[in-house]
């Protein structure tokens, strides 16, 4: 366990926790919603500092990221917890738990982490992944400041639900975000998720105007987050607000967790792709096997510059300096 960063004390041991837009208050011994934050004593103390759920050496593209360093490899870590509460959650086993119901993992001390990462072949950096990283902010702070002190890139996978200030403290440790836009509805976010949009959308704007290399996915689910006109407005706030070139995966859902939702129809995934196409430059499909929506194209020649099947990726129609070689226009790669 580690002290964890803002919190303020509100009297008779009682603490409010200002990580993220929750801002719960938390009794003495109680947790915060995302179950790994506890007032132990009047302080707040991160429980899962250290915890290591999973960790792999991944290809980028995994992430998703498609468009930095396409290619290459990131050693990828997860804790436990989360705050928010998806019913369709992907990794339900290890973001909606606690200390006290999970059992496996291993700790890891910060530079432990960063020493497997440099002594890796041709890997990229770190990626704080698989479960939410705010939930373990401290931890991810201090493992990426090491990282970047040696030269490496660090990628952050998140909901993006965190408040200004800690997401200013942790901005300039991080190169590559993907930010999970779930919906463009608040009535969506706080029945189904358990939060709120407009935090994600300011989350989205922050790191644009800080110059990261931002991308967004959002999970397509049947009957939930699929009316053309919602997604529509969302598409539009995204070209308008982060700019057209701002690259969007829209990944097929399939039943997880307490969700018995059937699975995403291909058709449906097509049509929402051709929609977001009006209006951003770079769209893909993600959880759709052999689809050639997973290429980068050329946006001037329409020729196919990065081809993707899987992790499997060739970069036979670009160049060193991210233009295409049919064309000489320039795709938008970090």
């Known amino acids: 366990m ?3 960063l803002y919190f303020e004390e509100i009297g008779d041991l009682e603490i409010q926790c200002h990580l993220c837009p929750h801002d719960c208050i938390i009794e003495p011994g109680e947790r915060g919603l ?3 934050r506890k007032n132990i004593n009047g302080s707040l103390v991160s429980e899962s500092y250290g915890l290591i759920s999973s960790i792999h050496m991944d ?4 992430k998703p990221l498609y468009h930095f360093y396409p290619g290459s490899h990131i050693l990828s870590i997860g804790s436990i917890g989360c705050n928010l509460n998806c019913n369709f959650c992907q990794n339900y086993e290890i973001s909606q738990t606690s200390i006290d119901d999970y059992f496996t993992g291993q700790y890891y001390e910060p530079e432990e982490v960063v020493s497997m990462a440099r ?10 992944t698989y479960n939410e990283p705010i939930v373990f902010f401290e931890y991810m702070k201090g493992i990426a400041k090491k990282s970047k002190d040696l030269g490496m890139k660090n990628i952050m996978v998140s909901n993006g639900f965190i408040n200004q200030d800690p997401l200013n403290e942790i901005l300039p440790l991080i190169d590559g975000f993907n930010i999970d836009l779930k919906a463009f509805s ?3 976010y706080r029945n189904i998720t358990k939060g709120r949009l407009d935090p994600i959308k300011n989350t989205l704007k922050a790191i644009k105007k800080a110059g990261k290399h931002l991308e967004i996915t959002n999970l397509l689910i049947p009957s939930q987050n699929v009316k053309i006109a919602e997604f529509t407005e969302m598409v539009k706030w995204i070209r308008d607000e982060l ?3 701002t690259v969007l995966h829209l990944s097929r859902y399939f039943p997880m967790y307490r969700s018995k939702i059937n699975n995403t ?3 449906l995934m097509f049509d929402f792709c051709e929609t977001a196409k009006q209006y951003l430059d770079y769209v893909y499909l993600g959880n759709v ?3 050639e929506s997973q290429n980068t194209i050329c946006g001037e020649c329409g020729k196919i510059v990065i081809s993707r099947y899987g992790s499997f990726i060739q970069k036979n129609g670009i160049d060193q300096e991210g233009k295409c070689i049919h064309c000489n226009n320039k795709i938008v790669i970090s």
């Not at 002594?119 to 704080?128: M, Q």
């Open 2 to 4: 580690n002290q964890a």
């Open 34 to 36: 995302c179950d790994v």
């Open 59 to 62: 290809p980028i593209e995994k």
């Open 119 to 128: 002594d890796n072949s041709n890997n990229l950096g770190i990626a704080f």
């Open 186 to 188: 608040d009535s969506f």
């Open 243 to 245: 700019g057209s070139d």
């Open 265 to 267: 129809p291909l058709e």
């Open 289 to 291: 096997t052999g689809c």
